[in-house]
């Protein structure tokens, strides 16, 4: 397999993922591979389809795409145990596993002298907790937001506290995410915000203030309060859209998606603050040890250029962290709304001005928060 429609048609493959990569049928010879050929694996929407032939063009890169599901755990699982490596290039993970992956050896530092384009990123995006470990840059942050809740201002006026999630009045009207990496985040927020509960960090919660929150939210749930903990992207649309509810913790999207409903919905600026989270590019070792660790590095430094913030801005509603989105947009401005680029920019900056608790997808005690997950489930 030495031309170079062979190397695209592998790669192909490979952003195909499905069934073959999960069985682990699907290998990557280093016969296949050539200078330029990266696969890239994360969370679906970092995904920007078509677009990605941006990066051949601009920098001679042939880009592959997976989703890797968005759930830490088992990326986490097939990155230390699994076939991960063996697979991928670079990884786009939600933020709080590099110490982790760093550890047990399954991701390598960044060389930042390789990605002139990282002094561009915000400097509070590059504040992010967990991006280092050893006095080493393990994540880039990719993807910043901060979240809050969908609510109905027709119904409930104007809303400003998680309170409306646990007042009774909406008892069965209201809704959280079956998350804890979420949901136990923006308890905390409220217990320790509006509760005056001694809550230290609500992203990393200690084994006596984890049980705090959730024996609160399992009150909740036997109470009868939540009409649902809602999982994925349809579920937390059709809750929205059928007005099944009429507030909910969860993304800003869904908030666009109902208002394509007809729906007035509105995302609250809570007083208790937002919760922050980050999608990091992680250098995967087996890109490394395949010689590819030059590209990736090139990779990293086209992402983060303005194209593709511009473009993910635009499809998705998300910002990368840095100013060269909006200098890329007015240089482009055929191709890209100035105005656009910079509003977004400026709304996901207001939203950090203020309180923010930062996701975390391995807090110090990760597995008890596994095991109190379980009990919410079975109450």
Known sequence: MSSNI????????LGAGGAALAAGSVF????????GDLAFWATGTLDVGDAWSRAADDAGLNVAFTDNGNDPGPAVARLVAGNANDLFDIGGLQGGAEKELAVQ?????????????????????????????????????????ADSIIYRPDKLGKVDSYGVIFD?????????????????????????????????????????????????LIKHKKDGQFRTFWSGWEQGVQLVGDGEVLAMTGWEPIVYEGRKRGLQ??????????????????????????????DAHKFANWLLDGFYGCTLGEQRGYVVPSDRNV???????SQFDPT??????????????????????????????EEWWQKLRNA
């Open 6 to 13: 062979s190397r695209r048609q592998l790669l192909k493959t």
């Open 28 to 35: 990557r010879p280093m016969s296949a591979l050539a200078a």
């Open 105 to 145: 050896g399954a991701i390598v530092p960044w060389d930042l002298s390789k990605i002139p384009n990282y002094e561009n990123v915000w400097q509070w995006a590059k504040d992010i907790p967990y991006l280092h470990h050893d006095g080493k840059q393990y994540g880039l942050p990719a993807v910043i937001n």
């Open 168 to 216: 009774p009045k909406l008892k069965g009207q209201v809704a959280m995410e079956d998350a804890w990496i979420n949901s136990a985040v923006f308890a905390a927020m409220y217990l320790k915000e509006t509760e005056n509960q001694k809550i230290g960090n609500p992203g990393n919660l200690t084994a006596d203030e984890l049980g705090l929150v959730m024996e609160f």
């Open 265 to 294: 919905v509105e995302y609250a600026a809570p007083v208790e603050g937002y919760e922050g989270w980050g999608n990091n590019l992680v250098l995967l070792k087996g890109a490394v040890d395949r010689g590819l660790g030059d």
């Open 327 to 333: 200098a890329y947009a007015e240089a482009n401005a």
């Open 340 to 369: 656009k680029v910079k509003a977004l920019a400026e709304h996901v900056k207001a939203k950090f001005s203020g309180k923010v608790a930062w996701q975390n997808t391995r807090p110090d005690n990760f597995q008890l928060y």
